[in-house]
Structures are given as C-alpha cells and as structure tokens.
Antibody, heavy 119, light 107 residues
C-alpha cells in the first residue's frame, strides 16, 4: 500500500539549513508529483513546493529563494532543503502525494516531522 | 495568491446532529476544492476532492458541495470519531492554499 515517511532533525539552529527526507513506497515517483507542506503555529498549513513526476520543480514564492526540492528515484526518496532558517520556521513538515488533474489535491500524507528552530 | 476563508473557526455538535462548515475562496476556483480532517498529532486526511467527490474509504455521512467561490462540507450525522480540525484547500492555482481550519468538538 501507499506509504510516506519523513525523517529529519528535530532541532535546527537559526541561520542553519534544514534537510528532510521523505521515503515512499507503494508507488513510483516517476508517476506522481510530490509536495512539501508545512504547518506552523503562525501561518497554519502552507504549501511549500513540489517536484513533478518528470523531475522539474515548482516553489511557493514565499520560500523560493531558500528552498530546494530534489529526489532520488532509485531510492524512492524526495528531499527538502531550506536554508537561512528562522524561529518562525518551527513547525511540522509533511511530504504528500499530489493527485488530480487541474483540480489538485493531496491524497496521501506522511506522518510529519516536527522541526524546532532554536539556539 | 488565492485566499481561503473558513467559517466558523470552531463549533460543537451533538451526536447525530448535522454539521456544516463553509469555505470561501477569494476568486472562482472552478470546483478545485478539497477538504481534509486532522486529528491531534496526525497528518491531514483527505475527505473530499473536486468539491464533491468522496475519497475512497470515507464514510458517506461526509459530503461536499459548492461552486465558484463558495463551498461547504456537511456531516449528516455527527459521530464521536468526527472530532478534529477540518481544512479546505484550493488546487486550481499555485501556490495551493489552505483555510485556517474549523475545530469540531462533540457537545
């Protein structure tokens, strides 16, 4: 069955870089777009960006200058890297699979990884 | 960006009661609207997509309707397991955006 699981550090210092891995099973990354969505106390749920089934990316302009999404299809993994972290980036980070066509939605989500940005 | 406004922010309902949650988009989203349920410590779970299509495995007491900028989620008979926070999400334009959520509690 479809499964997604995020792994990453629980604590990151301000100005440092956040790296999270999403490992998927039950489907192919070459058939689906994969998203990163975060949930913060300040802004709620925010779509951060995605990597298309073909490997190109699309980012929310809110994060564009400091966010990078990539993948390793041989390992069924999607990666998030975000630099210049601030305390406001504290929250839960989810990877999710995108479904739909022109009317997009997220049909499977990982359990999320809690990230605290603090010195 | 398309702004999504949910109402109410919170509500409580008795067992068996009908519950309706509203979501308004800042522009026409042509039924590109999904609803999610989130329970404490869990990730959001898809309930409805395309404004009115029920996701596989979701109980039939959940239904979605609407068009243009106005959408609603209805729970026809409140159950204990329906407690949680409900979010709407527009999937028409980047960046995809979410409502702030409606917290539903059992009265």
């Amino acid at each position: 069955q479809v499964q997604l699981k995020e792994t990453g550090p629980g604590l990151v210092q301000p100005t440092q870089t956040l790296s999270i891995t999403c490992t998927v099973s039950g489907f192919s990354l070459t058939s689906y777009y994969m998203q990163w969505v975060r949930q913060t106390p300040g802004k709620g749920l925010e779509w951060m960006g995605f990597i298309r089934s073909g490997g190109s990316t699309e980012y929310n302009s809110e994060f564009k200058s400091r966010l990078s999404i990539s993948r390793d299809t041989s390992k069924n993994q999607v990666f998030l890297k975000m630099n210049s972290l601030k305390t406001e980036d504290t929250g839960v980070y989810y990877c999710a699979r995108l479904a739909g066509s022109l009317r997009d939605y997220f049909d499977y989500w990982g359990q999320g990884v809690m990230v605290t940005v603090s010195s | 960006d398309i702004q999504m406004t949910q109402s109410p922010a919170s509500l409580s309902a008795s067992l068996g009661e009908t519950v309706t949650i509203q979501c308004r988009a800042s522009e026409d989203i042509y039924s590109g609207l999904a609803w999610y349920q989130q329970k404490p410590g869990k990730s959001p779970q898809l309930l409805i997509y395309g404004a009115s299509s029920l996701q596989d495995g979701v109980p039939s007491r959940f239904s979605g309707s609407g068009s243009g900028t106005q959408y609603s989620l209805k729970i026809s008979s409140m159950q204990t397991e329906d407690e949680g926070v409900y979010f709407c999400q527009q999937g028409l334009k980047y960046p995809y955006t979410f409502g702030a959520g409606t917290k539903l509690e059992l009265k």
